[in-house]
């Protein structure tokens, strides 16, 4: 049962374009959310998170947006880079649970020179 | 560099071996975790720990598999007689939890391959 999904296994865009990676969740109790950046080799690393208590949340060229009511979030980039190619994940947690992250399967952004 | 460090980064083994992974967390986190993640799929959660607790055990996690962190400190993940579905690079992660959301800061990883 995938409670984050990811459906787009992959996204290639042209340096200086935005990139929109898209997330959806099953899971209502989860209330945090986190992007992370992975290259080959080596461990995710944090991006940007947003609560459910916001709908955006900013950081440099990159931001989030949730949407509770669709329980579907994204991650923007813009202008996006060729430094950004990398695989994203998606993961959430429930407050009062486990406060384990919950991952989806990735997508890989390659942005084009 | 005082960020989450694991040894080894990569581990051939014979299916039938016990092989035995550390990784040492970011001094001032409390909490510990292990995750792996197969090829095309995100990280999986294995179990964590808050300090030298073991609070929770994903049932992904067979008996073959045993965690420790004595002291709180560094943590060892053990799997006992491998089998070939067991390849996989197993991340371990740390953070420090005031009971609050949390973002975890991972480690490179220990590539697993049985054979």
């Known amino acids: 049962d995938q409670q984050v999904k990811q459906n787009s296994p992959s996204l290639s865009v042209q340096e200086g374009r935005i990139s929109i990676l898209n997330c959806d969740y099953t899971n209502s109790m989860f209330d945090y959310f986190l992007w992370y950046k992975k290259y080959p080799a080596e461990g995710p690393t944090f991006l940007i998170s947003?609560?459910?208590?916001?709908d955006k949340n900013e950081d440099g060229r990159f931001t989030v947006f949730l949407n509770k009511s669709a329980k579907h979030l994204s991650l923007h980039i813009v202008p996006s880079q060729p430094g950004d190619s990398a695989v994203y994940f998606c993961a959430a947690s429930a407050q009062g649970g486990s406060e384990k992250l919950v991952f989806g399967k990735g997508m890989k952004l390659t942005v084009n020179p | 560099d005082t960020g989450v460090s694991q040894d080894p980064r990569h581990k051939i083994t014979k299916r039938g071996q016990n092989v035995t992974f550390r990784c040492d967390p970011i001094?001032?986190?409390?909490?510990l975790y292990w995750y792996r993640q197969t090829l095309g799929q995100g990280p999986e959660f294995l179990t964590y720990f808050q300090n030298e607790a073991q609070l929770e055990k994903s049932r992904l996690l067979s008996d073959r598999f045993s965690a420790e962190r004595p002291k709180g400190s560094f943590s060892t993940l053990e799997i006992q007689r491998t089998e070939q579905g067991d390849s996989a690079m197993y991340l371990c992660?740390?953070?420090?939890?005031?009971?609050?959301?949390?973002?975890?800061?991972f480690g490179s990883g220990t590539q697993l391959s049985v054979l």
């Open positions: 947003i609560s459910s208590i916001k």
């Open positions: 001094s001032e986190h409390n909490r």
């Open positions: 992660a740390s953070s420090f939890s005031t009971g609050g959301a949390e973002k975890l800061f």
